[in-house]
Nanobody, 120 residues
């Protein structure tokens, strides 16, 4: 069973920044796409940003210019790759549970989610 270890999130004031990370033991060679999705209160889950195995990046229009997704290949014994989501100039409407997603040639996997709350 592939696990996605999410970290980051928390409470921040409008205009602030947060960084989310998602690590996995699945090899980059077995990964088609990794990305972040979010689900706000009483909203449907939506795409935030994705990055493919070849490095192609896609952002939701609502976060372009404020969020940056990146990927690191790791060499420790527990994890082989990690994606990061740097979120700047956060707004109240960014409040949501953020989920990491990984798509392999066989199936897709989801993390448990991490809460991001933007409030003054």
């Amino acid at each position: 069973q592939v696990q996605l270890a999410e970290s980051g999130g928390g409470l921040v004031e409008p205009g602030g920044s947060l960084r989310l990370s998602c690590a996995t033991a699945l090899s980059p060679l077995s990964t088609r796409v990794m990305g972040w999705y979010r689900q706000g209160p009483e909203k449907q889950r939506e795409l935030v940003a994705t990055i493919t195995g070849s490095g192609s990046i896609n952002y939701a229009d609502s976060v372009k210019g404020r969020f940056t997704i990146s990927r690191d290949n790791l060499s420790n014994t527990n994890y082989l790759q990690m994606i990061n989501l740097q979120m700047n100039n956060l707004q109240v409407e960014d409040t949501a549970v953020y989920y990491c997603k990984l798509v392999s040639p066989i199936r897709e996997y989801w993390g448990q989610g991490t809460q991001v709350t933007v409030s003054s």
